[in-house]
């Protein structure tokens, strides 16, 4: 099927020919709800309170002195962390870190979780600007990285939690992967901040979630017809030697960037695929059940007068299945 299509695109790169209509999505191939799961693994809970439960100070990074870590009761059992940012309010990256020496020991093992989450305690009075960062960062035991994730905390969505205190609920969702660890650490990062006082991490917990993967159910739409479109009736073109071909493609756009329509493009739709196993002529059909609207195929040309080197662009527009081409 691939080389029947490249036998009809090779020649059209060279021509251009009259647009009829956009792209359209024919088949709803996707299910509404796609997840991400790994094989469920009964949760790994840490109990700290009365002890630190396997964790331990692991150090700082562009941090002034050492924080203080101790086992509390507070919050129904946390790790206390007191801290003073005020010396790093002008760095963008103030790391305090936490480690788990059951990871160094090998002990702990990633297979069958996909999130990491636990309860940040903290008071806003202890602080007048800056904000919070979590980092997660995770080594197996034959020394490979396999996870390092820096998502923002969402200080806003603490609620309260009694003495002036509010609680962030904080998950982080990483890709599944088979491996024990040898250095799993959990990094609060001051970011411009000038907190001072007690952080509180309590409730840490490895889990396997639903994560949503980003996948929505593909649509069906009708195809677009010029009647739908309010198209010039003049296209005024800066090449006085631009095609009647070209100015019903400059046309087109013109109505199609009027409307509430759009154009799907995809680089290299018709020679390069990732699926090929799937039948498809291209990844979009095989997607959605037909081709995009346009593709554009990059091409380094020498040129012949002083020898420099250019980009051409193959703009390729699909008209009813056939690809219809211009050259820029």
């Excluded at 002036?164 to 660890?181: D, L």
């Amino acid at each position: 099927m691939r080389k029947n299509w490249l036998k009809k695109i090779i020649p059209l790169m060279l021509s251009a020919g009259l647009l009829a209509w956009g792209p359209a999505f024919t088949q709803e191939v996707l299910p509404v709800e796609l997840v991400s799961m790994a094989e469920a693994a009964a949760p790994v809970q840490w109990n700290v309170g009365k002890d630190l439960a396997g964790w331990k100070f692991g150090g700082v990074w562009a941090y002034s002195g050492e924080p203080e870590i101790a086992a509390a009761s507070a919050f129904g059992g946390s790790i206390r962390v007191g801290t003073d940012f005020t010396n790093n309010v002008n760095d963008g990256w103030s790391e305090v870190k936490l480690e788990n020496a059951g990871a160094d020991a090998g002990q702990l093992d990633l297979t069958g979780y996909n999130t990491f989450s636990f309860n940040l305690y903290y008071k806003p009075e202890n602080m007048t600007q800056g904000s919070f960062k979590l980092k997660l960062y995770v080594k197996s035991a034959d020394d490979q990285e396999v996870i390092n994730l820096c998502p923002d905390i969402d200080l806003g969505s603490g609620k309260d939690a009694g003495n002036g205190m509010k609680c962030v609920p904080v998950q982080v969702n990483f890709k599944p992967v088979e491996a024990k660890t040898a250095y799993f650490c959990l990094s609060l990062v001051g970011c411009n901040t000038d907190y001072k006082g007690d952080l509180y991490v309590g409730q840490l917990k490895l889990s396997t979630e639903k994560v949503p993967d980003g996948y929505v159910a593909a649509k069906k739409q009708d195809k677009v017809q010029l009647g739908q479109l309010a198209l010039p009736g003049r296209a005024v073109l800066t090449d006085a030697k631009a095609t009647p071909e070209t100015a019903k493609l400059f046309a087109y756009l013109k109505g199609i960037a009027q409307s509430d329509k759009v154009l799907y493009g995809h680089q290299n739709e018709l020679h390069k695929k990732v699926a090929k196993n799937l039948p498809g002529a291209s990844d979009t059909e095989d997607m959605v059940g037909d081709g995009s609207g346009c593709t554009v195929v990059p091409q380094l040309s020498q040129e012949k007068n002083g020898g420099e080197s250019g980009l051409a662009f193959h703009y390729s527009i699909n008209k009813g299945g056939t690809p219809v081409s211009s050259r820029a």
